[in-house]
């Protein structure tokens, strides 16, 4: 079975920062392409980032770029997010999901359940 | 910027047809997918690459993408489809649509 679970949010100050960890299991991490999706408090769906599955290619949002990194550990199946320079706007739910492997245009197949990270002073 | 834009709700009677939209400049142009999220609940795929289910999503559940706009239809809608749903397309990224709440009633 699939499984994805995501650690690391809290409260934090604006201008701090965190690391969003994603443990995954039930499939082979290293063959599948990898997001953070986020999702503010009663808002909808937004893409943070893109990670291939060697890390070669990296893509992220106008909004956070510059000041997330998103990276991976093939080895120990984790997908992880620094997030520096935090702002009040970064208030979210961040879901860690995996792309379709068979789907030409990568749909999301499987989210993790989701870590909160509320950015207030 | 390129946009897709749904209708925030959309209400239906249970056993009749839901249609929700997602507009976007020339949408047909590329493949676009759906996700239901019900309250408290992650996003779960009903649609990808513009009509196909996925395992384990019932076949009340279709899609359509042409023009401007990708279509999901739930026929039969029941009670347990209320939820909001979101579509999604990529450019330059994934590309979410706002939204739209699915009230059965």
């Known amino acids: 079975e699939v499984q994805m679970e995501e650690s690391g949010g809290g409260l934090v100050q604006p201008g701090g920062s965190l690391r969003l960890s994603c443990v995954a299991s039930?499939?082979?991490?290293?063959?599948?392409?990898m997001n953070w999706v986020r999702q503010a408090p009663g808002k909808g769906l937004e893409w943070v980032s893109y990670?291939?599955?060697?890390?070669?290619?990296?893509y992220y949002a106008d909004s956070v770029k510059g000041r997330f990194t998103i990276s991976r550990d093939n080895a120990k199946n984790s997908l992880f997010l620094q997030m520096d320079s935090l702002r009040v706007e970064d208030t979210a739910v961040y879901y860690c999901?995996?792309?379709?492997?068979?789907?030409?245009?990568?749909?999301?197949?499987?989210w993790g359940r989701g870590t909160l990270v509320t950015v207030s002073s | 910027s390129f946009e897709l834009t749904q209708p925030p709700s959309v209400s239906v009677s249970p056993g009749q047809t839901a249609t929700i939209t997602c507009s976007g400049d020339?949408?047909?142009?590329?493949?676009v997918c759906w996700y239901q999220q019900k309250p408290g609940q992650s996003p779960v795929v009903v649609i990808y690459?513009?009509?196909k289910r996925p395992s384990g999503i019932p076949e009340r559940f279709s899609g359509s993408n042409s023009g401007n706009t990708a279509t999901l239809t739930i026929s039969g809608t029941q009670p347990m489809d209320e939820a909001d749903y979101y579509c999604?397309?990529?450019?330059?990224?994934?590309?979410f649509g706002g939204g739209t709440k699915l009230t059965v009633l």
């Open positions: 999901a995996r792309e379709n492997l068979i789907a030409t245009a990568g749909d999301f197949d499987h």
């Open positions: 039930g499939f082979t991490f290293s063959t599948y392409e």
């Open positions: 990670i291939s599955g060697s890390s070669r290619t990296i």
């Open positions: 020339k949408l047909g142009d590329q493949f």
């Open positions: 690459e513009d009509s």
């Open positions: 999604q397309a990529w450019d330059n990224g994934a590309l």
